[in-house]
């Protein structure tokens, strides 16, 4: 089955260009257009696609607070941020919102569709290079990021810490089997009760939980 796609950037070229792009993969389906973050709420409303990639500079609703509503109802839609990333410091307030992924405009076009298809499998992605700066710098900007209250990390296992904390280093599933010794399938078995006990959407809301643990600095 294809992955069901609605793009949300008020820049029509943008929006065409990566239609026309999509159009030739049998596995990306493009369902819905949206030129503001209204736009894109609705649409998921209507159409439910599989996943949204999301500006965040828009007129009116922006994509932070789009991909609030969408990632906050009932639908299984997951976000995909796709912005410049030494311009748009509002990808912090994405992640907080909701995000499962986030890419930049200059990736190259495979990577860019890549990025759906990871997003889509119910995997979470951020830019290769960016994770643990962005993620050291958006836990380290109380003054202008708004903090949730500190969330101690209770009611895991010893061993899921010892994931949690990888995870929260970047590390796929493949490297933490190995730092570990165990099997890549053992791996993904911690990460998926450490997302239901945390109450975590995806590998990036965990990465955030191991900072704002304690569990990786920001150093």
């Known amino acids: 089955m294809s992955v069901r796609v609605?793009?949300?950037?008020?820049?029509?070229?943008?929006?065409?260009?990566?239609?026309?792009?999509?159009?030739?993969?049998p596995d990306l389906e493009v369902v819905g257009e949206a030129a503001t973050g209204a736009e894109a709420v609705e649409l998921v409303r209507d159409l439910?696609?599989?996943?949204?990639?999301?500006?965040?500079?828009?007129?009116?609703?922006d994509g932070i607070e789009a991909t609030r509503r969408i990632t906050a109802g009932v639908s299984d839609t997951r976000v995909l941020v796709l912005?410049?990333?030494?311009?748009?410091?509002?990808?912090?307030?994405?992640l907080r919102a909701g995000a499962s992924g986030f890419a930049v405009k200059d990736m190259s076009l495979d990577d860019i569709l890549a990025a759906v298809?990871?997003?889509?499998?119910?995997?979470?992605?951020?830019?290769?290079?960016?994770?643990?700066?962005?993620?050291?710098?958006?836990?380290?900007?109380?003054?202008?990021?708004?903090?949730?209250?500190?969330?101690?990390v209770?009611?895991?296992?010893?061993?899921?810490?010892?994931?949690l904390t990888l995870?929260?280093?970047?590390?796929?599933?493949?490297?933490?089997?190995?730092?570990?010794?165990?099997s890549v399938?053992?791996?993904?078995?911690?990460?998926?009760?450490?997302?239901?006990k945390l109450d975590a959407r995806d590998r990036v809301q965990l990465v955030i939980t191991a900072y704002e643990s304690g569990l990786v600095t920001c150093g």
């Not at 609605?6 to 993969?25: C, K």
């Open 6 to 25: 609605v793009l949300a950037d008020d820049q029509p070229l943008v929006r065409s260009g990566l239609r026309v792009i999509m159009a030739d993969h």
């Open 48 to 61: 439910n696609p599989d996943v949204v990639v999301m500006d965040i500079r828009m007129p009116g609703m």
């Open 83 to 94: 912005t410049t990333f030494d311009e748009d410091d509002h990808v912090y307030g994405a």
């Open 117 to 152: 298809r990871v997003v889509a499998a119910g995997d979470a992605l951020i830019a290769p290079g960016v994770t643990r700066r962005l993620i050291a710098d958006f836990v380290a900007r109380p003054e202008t990021v708004p903090r949730r209250p500190p969330r101690p």
């Open 154 to 163: 209770a009611g895991i296992t010893e061993r899921e810490r010892e994931v």
């Open 167 to 182: 995870v929260g280093r970047g590390r796929s599933n493949a490297e933490i089997a190995e730092d570990l010794f165990i």
């Open 185 to 196: 399938a053992t791996a993904k078995s911690h990460v998926s009760r450490l997302l239901t």
